[in-house]
């Protein structure tokens, strides 16, 4: 027959298992704040990134804008044009705020980042816009859309390597 453990033996081994797991539990909430205080610091300059490009176009100014871009961003617009340098980006951008663009304003809402890793991000940016014309000249007085970021941290910031524009309400061009 086994001897069955005393009340006392019960307690002091309940004890020591709570004195070993506490400082780990500590540990471990401590560990988590910290990640949950980089991610939160991480997002809000993601989200500063992107309040920075929304800000350059509602002030059409194409070089603000694009300050966040990488010198050889991927870039593919809401036509599926793509171009691939800030430079040509910005160009684009100049001629479409000195015409089609020049009345509009932007609106941009991050609904999601994922971190790929320490330097690597996906944002997923919801924006609206008013103010725009077609190329006909009409007036598109409402669009909305979505452009997804690819984002390397580069030099402590957030800069957009890819960029992949849709519009909700995109129409074909006339034939």
């Known amino acids: 027959m086994k001897k069955r453990p005393t009340n006392v033996a019960t307690r002091f081994l309940a004890i020591l298992i709570l004195l070993f797991a506490m400082p780990l539990a500590i540990g471990l909430t401590r560990a988590a704040a910290a990640d ?14 992107v309040a920075g490009f929304s800000d350059g176009w509602n002030t059409h100014d194409a070089h603000a804008m694009c300050a966040s871009l990488a010198d050889d961003v991927q870039w593919v617009n809401w036509r599926g044009e793509p171009l691939g340098t800030r430079q040509a980006v910005e160009e684009e951008h100049a001629k479409l705020f000195a015409d089609l663009y020049k009345n509009t304003h932007r609106t941009d809402t991050v609904k999601s980042i994922r971190y790929l890793s320490p330097e690597l991000a996906v944002v997923d940016d919801y924006w609206t816009m008013t103010g725009a014309r077609k190329r006909d000249g009409s007036e598109w007085p409402y669009r ?12 402590g910031l957030w800069i957009v390597i890819v960029s992949h524009t849709a519009d909700f309400n995109a129409q074909a061009p006339a034939k």
Request: proline letters at 0%; zero cysteines; glycine letters at 8%.
């Open 36 to 49: 949950d205080s980089a991610s939160s610091s991480e997002d809000a300059a993601v989200k500063q990134m």
């Open 144 to 155: 909305a859309g979505y452009s997804n970021f690819v984002m390397a941290k580069r030099g």
